[in-house]
């Protein structure tokens, strides 16, 4: 799986947001400023070409879809940034966000709390 550019991400953001849709759908979604409609396009065709989207013809336009999760694609990079960045330790990785003022002590009294809520 490849990483994905700023401009591809802001489109698998919408696309994730609408599911399955055209391109125009998509921009609908997409937070401003959105580039113009052939920008969009050319994108959406670039994540199809690296197995981001799946496609289908309804009529003579393209509806896509999602070929691959926001959680597959979360769990993926995010363990490559702690896995390059964090010496693979989920624990350094919040230490670095605590130490530059990143999150609360509130914040880390709720992650605690999701963690021993599952186990």
């Known amino acids: 799986m490849e990483k994905l550019t700023i401009q591809e991400q802001d489109a698998m953001l919408a696309v994730w947001k609408i599911g399955e849709g055209n391109v125009k759908t998509f921009m609908d979604a997409m937070a401003p400023p959105v580039p113009p409609y052939t920008t969009v396009a050319s994108t959406i065709k670039n994540l199809e070409k690296k197995g981001y989207l799946t496609s289908r013809m309804i009529g003579n ?10 959680e597959a694609y979360k769990q993926k990079f995010m363990g490559n940034v702690v896995k390059d960045y964090f010496e693979n330790s989920y624990k350094e990785l919040v230490s670095f966000f605590a130490q530059k003022n990143k999150i609360s002590a509130d914040e880390l009294r709720e992650i605690i709390g999701l963690i021993e809520g599952k186990k």
């Open 61 to 70: 336009a393209y509806l896509y879809a999602p070929a691959i999760t926001e």
